[in-house]
């Protein structure tokens, strides 16, 4: 009596899917993990591209159409200084705990103003941005958001060209040079009374959390760098008096 032919395996066995399912699985980690590690170095090099993009346009130095990114370089290499400064607002060498981060704007080898990172609550999640001012210490020369969760057509207008035109001119001292910060009107600015009205820009309608939020992160910021505004007013101050 012959023997029966071998019985071919079943490749559909329930070993053979959790061996082909646990393959598969480690071969797209694999791949991942590749991209990811491949990328990273462009990935951070557009994270510093557009980091430099937001801080030129605070510093009204390009428009919210984008130039090419040789010209990005050049404007930001020629015109934009990164210092680190100490909570009395003078520029430091090294790192030191407390320190702050600035910018400071430049032309023709002179410091034209100063930019600051604003990093505050949203209604949704982080509002990142930028504040520049004048070499006076008080006047908003620009402004600009790059990284929010604001709900598009309402809180996300923060990101809207209008929107940040709006601050600049604004001022964080009042007629009595004191320290009233900058912020977002509920509604209108126009519709404020007279004294305030240089310290607010026009709210955006729907969205009132957001503005609130953004004024009270604005305004935490402007006080941590304090010392930074007033050493530029103490300059513009001596330099009127010599002028005298």
Known sequence: MSNPPNKPPDKNSKKNVILFSLLLSVICSLMITAAAVGLKGFQMANMELDKKINILKAANLI?????????????????????????QGKII???????????????????????????????????????????????VSG???????????????????WFQKSFKGKKILNSENKFVSVGIAKGKAANLPKDKQAHYVDGISGAT?????????IKQTLIKYDSVSITFRQKQLKAQKETQ
């Open 63 to 87: 428009s919210h159409k984008k130039p090419s990114k040789e010209k990005i370089n050049e404007l930001y290499s020629v015109h934009i200084k990164e210092v680190t400064v100490d909570d």
């Open 143 to 161: 402004f600009s958001v790059f990284s929010h969760s604001e709900t598009p057509g309402l809180g996300g207008e923060i990101e809207s060209a």
């Open 93 to 139: 060498e090294n790192y030191i705990p407390n320190s702050l981060n600035l910018y400071f704007f430049q032309e023709d080898g002179l410091v034209k103003g100063y930019i600051l990172p604003i990093n505050t609550r949203g209604l949704w999640g982080k509002i990142q941005g930028y504040l520049a001012f004048e070499n006076d210490g008080q006047t």
């Open 209 to 217: 959390l957001t503005g609130k939020y953004l004024s009270q992160g």
